[in-house]
């Protein structure tokens, strides 16, 4: 998919390797935490989550943040929902096999690597799909051979902690044609710098790394991409921080807010806080902007039946929301492969879009301190 930087805006949300796995709630949780349009006033700051002993993203990022409790629905709430599909189902883009070669894996991975002590792999920035017209070095970020981060990675040979068996999404793919064309996500997250990598349509083909985006977040800092920047989300979004992960369902709490697609020619052209890109020319108002955040209805009662990894999801898209990230199917939630419940698809896919609602940031935005560049949330 096309990452256009063209005429970028910004808009405030006003009306009109190792492998994947690391750390929900039922229905209780405390006052200011819970879902839906309350009026239990200012959201607590968050938690930040942990993976592989790095937490990722300061407690205060928007990310982190229970946005439940903030009564603001977006004024345009109704028509968004009702063109991503009211009755269209939810559908969770993961899966329980972890074999990148079977034929149905599915969901983005994630590795951990050590990046003090690895071999940088080299990779270019090149595809032979015709479709794949721009320059993407613009606006990506690699590292030089001494490991220093290039920003944007326009000149010299550009190096990422990517190792020889990275698990990538899709699968690793040796096609020398780039074929099928595939979004190919590769996460690496180095566990000594606390430093995520990501990189977008990664194939290798004759053992060398080729790819057509990446992008580099410090996990301890709550800064932005640049305006107007890609990422390896067309939002701009590091991927990671919104991934569903088995082992942190598990537990019963997912402390975090999520990622989900719609239709690409539906998106408007424009981007909205914490967002940071734009794709496409439509500029409807019945259409939301990339970033915008939904959440789960209050009225939604998640039931008592489902198991303990459905209940944790259903109330993380309560207590943080899930964000308009990326172009593709509608309704899709991405999660990684691993141990997942065999009842979690059927459970959560029961969910229709009907039982969403777009929410309304400027509670957040106009309080004094907020920075646009960055995702920290002010004190009320």
């Not at 990517?162 to 996460?187: C, K, R």
Request: glycine fraction near 12%.
């Amino acid at each position: 998919m096309q990452r256009c930087a063209l005429f970028v805006c910004f808009v405030f949300a006003c009306g009109g390797g190792a492998g994947s796995g690391d750390d929900v709630g039922g229905d209780d949780m405390p006052p200011g935490d819970g879902g839906g349009s309350g009026t239990d006033g200012p959201p607590p700051n968050g938690i930040s989550p942990e993976i592989g002993g790095c937490s990722i993203l300061p407690p205060d990022n928007i990310f982190n943040t229970p946005i439940g409790g903030l009564p603001s629905v977006h004024a345009d709430s109704a028509a968004w929902v009702a063109l991503i599909g009211n009755t269209t189902h939810l559908h969770l883009d993961l899966g329980t096999e972890t074999n990148q070669t079977a034929g149905d894996y599915y969901g983005i991975p994630y590795n951990l690597v050590h990046g003090n002590s690895m071999t940088w792999a080299q990779v270019a920035y090149t595809s032979p799909d015709t479709d794949f017209d721009w320059d993407p070095t613009d606006e990506a970020d690699c590292a030089s051979a001494s490991k220093a981060i290039v920003s944007p990675c326009t000149t010299g040979s550009a190096y990422l902690p990517f190792p020889t068996d990275a698990l990538v999404e899709g699968g690793l793919s040796t096609s020398t044609s780039h074929m099928p064309a595939e979004d190919h996500h590769l996460i690496a997250l180095d566990v000594d710098a606390c430093r995520l990598w990501e990189g977008y349509h990664v194939y290798r083909p004759n053992n060398q790394w080729q790819i057509f985006g990446s992008a580099t977040f410090d996990l301890a800092s709550n800064t932005l991409r640049t305006q107007g920047w890609t990422s390896a989300d067309a939002a701009g979004f590091p991927i990671l921080p919104l991934l569903l992960r088995p082992d942190e369902a598990a537990t019963g709490e997912i402390k975090h807010a999520l990622r989900f697609t719609m239709t690409s020619s539906n998106i408007r052209g424009e981007f909205t806080w914490p967002g940071r890109h734009k794709t496409g020319n439509n500029m409807s108002t019945n259409s939301p902007p990339m970033g915008q955040l939904f959440r789960l209805k209050d009225s939604f009662m998640i039931p008592t039946s489902w198991s303990t990894q459905s209940k944790a999801i259903a109330q993380a898209m309560k207590t943080y929301g899930m964000y308009l990230s990326d172009g593709g199917s509608n309704w899709y939630v991405t999660g990684a492969p691993g141990a997942w419940d065999e009842s979690v698809l059927d459970e959560i896919q029961s969910i229709q879009g009907m039982s969403f609602e777009a929410v309304d940031l400027r509670p957040i935005i106009e309080r004094a301190g907020f920075d646009p560049d960055s995702g920290r949330v002010p004190p009320p």
